[in-house]
């Protein structure tokens, strides 16, 4: 085998941080030149990206929410009123005040005996619905009075909500 020769050796040779270098660092408190391939890490590569916006990523467009303030003067009496109204509708005062000052709907929340109320209802419709399916043939004219409570039934549903 034939040996190479140094000047070939000396491309090969890996320079780690903690060897000594030709040029070493006269001053340790100043700034690094531009000395990357001698003390670099192979892994610490920096990768240039590309941005798919020229100009970078857009500003966001934050909301500012409400920031005015709207007072009025009302008696203790109303403003309890005012109080146990919104709070019936599921809503905050100022809430409350704003839909009423625009005309906007604002829907009574159901309570919870309401609630429960409302789904024996519905479980009725369906009953009488189930047994207008079973008296269609037998008995038309049973079937069809069934079907109008079902659907008496329905129609006051449809009021509550």
Known sequence: MKKKPDSQLKL???KFPFEETENPRKNPDAPR???TSEFSNSRCVPVD???IAPD???EKKRFRGKGDLVKFRCSSFEKKLLLIKAKKSGLTLSEYC???AFGLEITERLSDDQIAIYKTLLQFHNNF???GNMFRRKDPRLSSAVY???EEIKSHLQKIV
């Open 49 to 51: 990206t590309i941005l």
């Open 33 to 35: 030149e531009n000395s």
């Open 12 to 14: 090969f040779k890996l």
């Open 129 to 131: 619905k189930w047994i």
């Open 148 to 150: 109008k409570l079902a």
């Open 56 to 58: 970078g990523r857009n």
């Open 98 to 100: 704003r839909r009423s």
